[in-house]
């Protein structure tokens, strides 16, 4: 499964709201679709599971929706450090993909 | 806490052998699927390989299968990688992931691997 991620880049400001879009090239199976935000010289984090499910200690302002072949991340009000690069990812069939990823900047 | 700290990263010879460790410590590492993710210097992620919490299952992205080896020693509460054969493409940071439980729930720090004449 082919997973593409738009914007590549998203230019905004603390407090905007993000949307942050995956589309796979076909159904992930299950909505077994994750996010993961990554900050320079960092591993990637988890942020969103199962499409909708928040991990461990993540603010309730990421949200992430969607089924079938179309996911979204929101995040409500960027903070300073919401500023990173995002990354979805499918595990309901392997190979397990990744999107090439979405770098939200300051504006 | 949980905590994954990779190693045996470095600089290798195309066609060339180097083996990843991973430590883990701060759960059951018995009863947890692993896995292996990269990482190209300035590129997404990729997955490597699974290994299931046994031993007893192992997954690989196609372009390393008959080259890397995925293993665990549960006793030692470790994940290794074999990799053989190493090409130019190969050349990424590698991280230990642990599964949470299908997504990669906890990651370590990474290790570097170079292939490079």
């Known amino acids: 499964i082919v997973l593409t991620q738009s914007p590549g880049t998203l230019s905004l400001s603390p407090g905007e709201r993000a949307t942050l879009s995956c589309r796979a090239s076909r159904s992930v199976s299950n909505s077994y679709l994750a996010w993961y935000q990554q900050k320079p010289g960092q591993a990637p984090r988890l942020l969103i599971y199962?499409?909708?499910s928040r991990a461990t200690d993540i603010p309730d302002r990421f949200s992430g929706s969607g089924s079938g072949t179309d996911f979204t991340l929101t995040i409500s009000r960027l903070e300073p450090e919401d500023f990173a690069v995002y990354f979805c990812?499918?595990?309901?069939?392997?190979?397990?993909?990744f999107g090439q990823g979405t770098t939200v900047q300051i504006k | 806490e949980v905590q994954l700290v990779e190693s045996g990263g470095g600089l290798v010879q195309p066609g060339g052998s180097l083996r990843l460790s991973c430590a883990a410590s701060g759960f059951t590492f018995s009863t947890y699927w692993m896995s292996w993710v990269r990482q190209a210097p300035g590129k997404g992620l990729e997955w490597v390989a699974n290994i299931k919490y046994d031993g007893s299952e192992k997954y690989y992205v196609d372009s390393v299968k008959g080259r890397f080896t995925i293993s665990r020693d549960n006793a030692k509460n470790s994940l290794y990688l074999q990799m053989n054969s190493l090409r130019a493409e190969d050349t990424a940071v590698y991280y230990c992931?642990?599964?949470?439980?299908?997504?990669?729930?906890?990651w370590g720090q990474g290790t570097l691997v170079t292939v490079s004449s």
């Open positions: 992931a642990r599964r949470t439980p299908g997504a990669f729930g906890y």
């Open positions: 990812q499918q595990y309901g069939n392997s190979p397990w993909t």
């Open positions: 199962g499409a909708s």
